[in-house]
């Protein structure tokens, strides 16, 4: 059975690095270079990461205003999704 992941939104991301390099992005969220590059990788190449608590928390911290689920969302299998799913009104 296939577990949930957290997924970036790249087209988010990148709005949000703006003009910065990804060096200095990197920088600016405490996580390293390749780190970056392998979370902006699509999840079918195999060099891909999917983000961390590390990156999640210092993209949070870096821009305390934006929300989780404006940056990140769940990506997996429909049959978990649906088991564990709760309907919002």
């Known amino acids: ?3 949930p992941v957290v997924r970036v939104n790249i087209e988010v991301l990148e709005k949000l690095q703006g003009k910065l390099t990804d060096a200095q992005f990197s920088r600016k969220i ?3 270079q390749s780190t970056l590059y392998r979370i902006k ?3 079918t190449d195999g060099r891909y990461s999917a ?3 590390t990156f999640i928390a ?4 870096a821009f ?3 929300r989780f689920e404006h ?3 769940l990506d997996c299998n429909l049959q978990v999704c649906k088991k ?3 309907e919002i009104p």
């Open 84 to 86: 564990n799913q709760k």
């Open 30 to 32: 405490g996580v390293s």
């Open 41 to 43: 990788l699509p999840p």
């Open 1 to 3: 059975m296939n577990k």
């Open 58 to 61: 210092g993209v949070l911290n």
């Open 64 to 66: 305390p205003k934006k």
């Open 51 to 53: 983000p961390g608590e």
């Open 71 to 73: 940056i990140f969302f």
